[in-house]
């Protein structure tokens, strides 16, 4: 059967006039499923698609055979070239709005009219990983949106992190041949660990706030739905007046900013590679609509110096504490794409698309990107017509001289395709400012012509140490292990020793914490860069901003775990049921998470009906082989005489300690508990049957109690604490 969105097609009062315009456009190329007849390309109706047509029974395949030929001529041609980088990626279409009007800031008109719906189509993706990579890849997720606006197509071509590896475009190629598996064997896929990333990051001081970033649980996001969104460079907001202010955008997730475990994220890339792509579709077919707010950090032109670092380096952010993020309007993603290729591939996202009322500065990373994302287009979509494809049709009319090129859609009538023209009465006319045509900021330029960077882009490690300091206990622990993970697969001594000289400046006791890991002794001196050219750091002189070299300078806008607890929405509890399980406490678990819009699945020895003491059989959604927990947010084991069973099922075991190790909540009731003895869960404490930790619930039953312990240590997303003591029992 085909499958439905929830969402229809047909234009509804409920939408915009712009979002009714996307859905058709959209509507009007797709070949929707239905009673339809087999045809060639050219509508030729086909009789056998069976067989080719051969000379005898037995005999050779004829030339003649058109429909055979033109099948497999499409067949061999149907792949392209995958995006250099975030090539792999998922998207679903949604709608933006405003709260209320922005018109002091900008003119753009999706920001000012907040009774407009603006449709977007969002794509999320991993950098370094090919098309076919795992999810869960320690990585920067990017974060692309593009905006379909009444007035031309913005798009914020973000990423989860707010800061960059590199402060220039220049360096991106190295980046990028650095990260990607390593040109020889290409090994490894979709992964940092290794020598030739690690060789250039200790060679570029300006990349350790980002490494900070990068070696963060950020990098191995719960769920698309639960990222932060940045757009990284700082940009221009302009108003009716021609009044520019400096802004940073960000997207803020409604579920909360969350992350895996480093052990689960690679346990999740074996059970389940599309893990994050999986998790938006169905959170989307499933009506529960990831939700953002955008957020602005505006900065007056003439606080362009004040704030100690360079607004335009992108290896800086402007911590919230110093510049609040104004929270101005919502992204609702409610629609998930109609075919992958057609849409997810084939969409083009480019830093240059802004409409009027939003510019550029003149950050050096910023002005690279203007030139890339047409660059790239050209050979991934093929020619200079992909603005065509239906994924990235304006829906602002399109009216211009351009023409013809491969793969033209357009017929465009008449004989006049230049301007000035007389005899096509100037047409089509240029727009004056009032009418809506974009005007550039009117920024004053000067200056010799350099290859250099200002003394002001120099401060490499300030916040890189802020972001540090910043981060919890437990984080800092994460942090830590994934440099002694990353850089414990680097071979060369030498590389490694440079990194630990960066760390040292960053903070002493990160730097010894990892040098132990490496068996090295810290390095009092920084890193000298291999390259005269890029500054060093490390001499206090080029700290411009003094309060953040001071080390007590934190920022909690920073730490995940300063902000839990939070909702439970759309989280998914793995219940383990066998036979004779007890279905009043299974149901009387399930009310409660459903009351608060998470879900329990039922997980049994075998896929099919359970049987439970009310003799009733209830559908387990997966079994223990085909399923995981590092799959679901928290564990709970039912009571029944069945349960026994798991004791002695090894599958059942690392089920409920993996759940443990990663820090879950977990829950069992009567013989379920039996499970938590046999995989070394504490259950027991010296002081009587007190539960172990904040974040395991036992008892007799899943009674209240035991459920509202449950779902509120769920609220904390992980108890982390557990991790210190996890050596002895696990
Ligand atoms: Fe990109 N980037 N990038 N990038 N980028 C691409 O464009 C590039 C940078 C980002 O879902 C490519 O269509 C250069 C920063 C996202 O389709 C390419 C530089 C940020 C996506 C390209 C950067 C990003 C891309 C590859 C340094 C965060 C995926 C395919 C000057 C603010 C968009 C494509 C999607 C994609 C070039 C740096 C985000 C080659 C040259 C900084 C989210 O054009």
Same mark, same amino acid.
């Given at each position: 059967?085909?499958?439905?969105?929830?969402?229809?097609?047909?234009?509804?009062?409920?939408?915009?006039?712009?979002?009714?315009?996307?859905?058709?456009?959209?509507?009007?190329?797709?070949?929707?499923?239905?009673?339809?007849?087999?045809?060639?390309?050219?509508?030729?109706?086909?009789?056998?698609?069976?067989?080719?047509?051969?000379?005898?029974?037995?005999?050779?395949?004829?030339?003649?055979?058109?429909?055979?030929?033109?099948?497999?001529?499409?067949?061999?041609?149907?792949?392209?070239?995958?995006?250099?980088?975030?090539?792999?990626?998922? &998207?679903?279409?949604? %709608?933006?709005?405003?709260?209320?009007?922005?018109?002091?800031?900008?003119?753009?008109? @999706?920001?000012?009219?907040?009774?407009?719906?603006?449709?977007?189509?969002?794509?999320?993706?991993?950098?370094?990983?090919?098309?076919?990579?795992?999810?869960?890849?320690?990585?920067?997720?990017?974060?692309?949106?593009?905006?379909?606006?009444?007035?031309?197509?913005?798009?914020?071509?973000?990423?989860?992190?707010? %800061?960059?590896?590199?402060?220039?475009?220049?360096?991106?190629?190295?980046?990028?041949?650095?990260?990607?598996?390593?040109?020889?064997?290409?090994?490894?896929?979709?992964? !940092?660990?290794?020598?030739?990333?690690?060789?250039?990051?200790?060679?570029?001081?300006?990349?350790?706030?980002? *490494?900070?970033?990068?070696?963060?649980?950020?990098?191995?996001?719960?769920?698309?739905?639960?990222?932060?969104?940045?757009?990284?460079?700082?940009?221009?907001?302009?108003?009716?007046?021609?009044?520019?202010?400096?802004?940073?955008?960000?997207?803020?997730?409604?579920?909360?900013?969350?992350?895996?475990?480093?052990?689960?994220?690679?346990?999740?890339?074996?059970?389940?590679?599309? @893990?994050?792509?999986?998790?938006?579709?169905?959170?989307?077919?499933?009506?529960?609509?990831?939700?953002?707010?955008?957020?602005?950090?505006?900065?007056?032109?003439?606080?362009?110096? +004040?704030?100690?670092?360079?607004?335009?380096?992108?290896?800086?952010?402007?911590?919230?504490?110093?510049?609040?993020?104004?929270?101005?309007?919502?992204?609702?993603?409610?629609?998930?794409?109609?075919?992958? @290729?057609?849409?997810?591939?084939?969409?083009?996202?480019?830093?240059? =698309?802004?409409?009027?009322?939003?510019?550029?500065?003149?950050?050096?990373?910023?002005?690279?990107?203007?030139?890339?994302?047409?660059?790239?287009?050209?050979?991934?979509?093929?020619?200079?017509?992909? =603005?065509?494809?239906?994924?990235?049709?304006?829906?602002?009319?399109?009216?211009?001289?351009?023409?013809?090129? =491969?793969?033209?859609?357009?017929?465009?009538?008449?004989?006049?395709?230049?301007?000035?023209?007389?005899?096509?009465?100037?047409?089509?006319?240029?727009?004056?400012?009032?009418?809506?045509?974009?005007?550039?900021?009117?920024?004053?330029?000067?200056?010799?012509?350099?290859?250099?960077?200002?003394?002001?882009? @120099?401060?490499?490690?300030?916040? &890189?140490?802020?972001?540090?300091?910043?981060?919890?206990?437990?984080?800092?622990?994460?942090?830590?292990?994934?440099?002694?993970?990353?850089?414990?697969?680097?071979?060369?001594?030498?590389?490694?020793?440079?990194? *630990?000289?960066?760390? +040292?400046?960053?903070?002493?006791?990160?730097?010894? !914490?990892?040098?132990?890991?490496?068996?090295?002794?810290?390095?009092?001196?920084?890193?000298?860069?291999?390259?005269?050219?890029?500054?060093?750091?490390?001499?206090?002189?080029? =700290?411009?901003?003094?309060?953040?070299?001071?080390?007590?300078?934190?920022?909690?806008?920073?730490?995940?775990?300063?902000?839990?607890?939070?909702?439970?929405?759309?989280?998914? *509890?793995?219940?383990?049921?066998?036979?004779?399980?007890?279905?009043?406490?299974?149901?009387?678990?399930?009310?409660?998470?459903?009351?608060?819009?998470?879900? +329990?699945?039922?997980?049994?020895?075998? %896929?099919?009906?359970?049987?439970?003491?009310?003799?009733?059989?209830?559908?387990?959604?997966?079994?223990?082989?085909?399923?995981?927990?590092?799959?679901?947010?928290?564990?709970?084991?039912?009571?029944?005489?069945?349960?026994?069973?798991?004791?002695?099922?090894?599958?059942?075991?690392?089920?409920?300690?993996?759940?443990?190790?990663?820090?879950?909540?977990?829950?069992?009731?009567?013989?379920?508990?039996?499970?938590?003895?046999?995989?070394?869960?504490?259950?027991?404490?010296?002081?009587?049957?007190?539960? &172990?930790?904040? &974040?395991?619930?036992?008892?007799?039953?899943?009674?209240?109690?035991?459920?509202?312990?449950?779902?509120?240590?769920? +609220?904390?997303?992980?108890?982390?604490?557990?991790?210190?003591?996890?050596?002895?029992?696990?």
């Amino acid at each position: 059967m085909a499958r439905r969105s929830p969402v229809s097609r047909a234009a509804s009062p409920r939408r915009s006039a712009a979002a009714n315009a996307k859905v058709q456009q959209l509507e009007s190329s797709t070949d929707q499923p239905g009673d339809t007849t087999l045809t060639t390309n050219h509508g030729v109706a086909i009789n056998d698609d069976q067989n080719s047509l051969k000379a005898g029974e037995r005999g050779p395949s004829l030339l003649e055979d058109f429909h055979l030929r033109e099948k497999i001529t499409h067949f061999d041609h149907e792949r392209i070239p995958e995006r250099v980088v975030h090539a792999r990626g998922s &998207a679903a279409h949604g %709608v933006f709005q405003v709260y209320k009007s922005l018109a002091t800031l900008t003119k753009a008109g @999706f920001l000012t009219d907040p009774g407009r719906e603006t449709p977007v189509f969002v794509r999320f993706s991993t950098v370094a990983g090919s098309r076919g990579s795992t999810d869960l890849a320690r990585d920067v997720r990017g974060f692309a949106v593009k905006f379909y606006t009444d007035e031309g197509t913005f798009d914020l071509v973000g990423n989860n992190m707010p %800061v960059f590896f590199i402060q220039d475009a220049i360096k991106f190629p190295d980046l990028i041949h650095a990260v990607k598996p390593e040109p020889d064997n290409e090994i490894p896929q979709a992964a !940092s660990a290794h020598d030739t990333f690690w060789d250039f990051i200790s060679a570029m001081p300006e990349s350790m706030h980002m *490494v900070m970033w990068l070696m963060s649980d950020r990098a191995i996001p719960r769920s698309f739905r639960m990222m932060e969104g940045f757009g990284v460079h700082t940009f221009r907001l302009v108003n009716a007046n021609g009044t520019s202010r400096f802004v940073k955008f960000h997207w803020k997730p409604l579920l909360g900013v969350h992350s895996v475990a480093w052990d689960e994220a690679q346990k999740i890339s074996g059970k389940d590679p599309d @893990f994050h792509r999986r998790d938006l579709w169905e959170a989307i077919e499933e009506g529960k609509f990831p939700e953002w707010e955008l957020g602005l950090q505006i900065v007056e032109e003439k606080d362009e110096f +004040a704030l100690g670092f360079d607004l335009l380096d992108p290896t800086k952010l402007i911590p919230e504490e110093l510049v609040p993020v104004q929270r101005v309007g919502k992204l609702t993603l409610n629609r998930n794409p109609d075919n992958f @290729f057609a849409e997810t591939e084939q969409a083009a996202f480019h830093i240059g =698309h802004v409409v009027p009322g939003i510019d550029f500065t003149n950050d050096p990373l910023l002005q690279g990107r203007l030139f890339s994302y047409t660059d790239t287009q050209l050979i991934r979509l093929g020619g200079p017509n992909f =603005h065509e494809i239906p994924i990235n049709r304006a829906i602002a009319p399109v009216h211009n001289n351009q023409r013809d090129g =491969h793969m033209r859609q357009t017929i465009s009538a008449g004989n006049v395709s230049y301007g000035p023209n007389t005899l096509g009465d100037n047409q089509p006319a240029q727009a004056t400012a009032a009418a809506g045509g974009y005007v550039t900021f009117p920024e004053p330029l000067g200056g010799t012509k350099v290859r250099q960077r200002g003394a002001s882009f @120099f401060d490499h490690y300030s916040q &890189a140490r802020m972001f540090f300091r910043s981060q919890s206990a437990p984080e800092q622990q994460h942090l830590i292990k994934a440099l002694r993970f990353e850089l414990g697969k680097v071979k060369s001594p030498d590389v490694q020793e440079r990194m *630990v000289r960066h760390l +040292a400046q960053i903070d002493k006791e990160l730097a010894s !914490s990892v040098g132990r890991a490496l068996g090295l002794t810290v390095p009092a001196k920084p890193a000298a860069p291999p390259n005269h050219s890029i500054p060093a750091d490390g001499d206090p002189k080029n =700290h411009q901003h003094r309060e953040l070299a001071d080390p007590t300078i934190v920022s909690s806008a920073l730490s995940m775990t300063a902000h839990v607890p939070g909702p439970i929405a759309t989280r998914k *509890v793995a219940v383990l049921v066998a036979d004779g399980f007890d279905a009043a406490g299974v149901a009387a678990l399930t009310k409660a998470l459903a009351a608060r819009g998470a879900a +329990a699945v039922l997980v049994g020895p075998h %896929v099919g009906q359970v049987v439970a003491d009310d003799n009733k059989g209830y559908a387990a959604a997966f079994s223990i082989l085909t399923t995981s927990s590092v799959l679901f947010d928290a564990v709970a084991v039912a009571d029944g005489p069945g349960a026994a069973d798991w004791t002695r099922d090894v599958d059942a075991i690392e089920f409920v300690k993996d759940a443990y190790r990663h820090c879950k909540a977990v829950a069992a009731s009567g013989e379920g508990i039996k499970l938590f003895r046999a995989a070394d869960i504490p259950v027991d404490e010296p002081e009587g049957d007190r539960p &172990a930790d904040a &974040a395991t619930a036992v008892g007799d039953r899943f009674t209240p109690q035991v459920i509202k312990r449950f779902v509120t240590a769920m +609220a904390d997303h992980r108890l982390w604490a557990r991790e210190p003591g996890l050596h002895l029992p696990i």
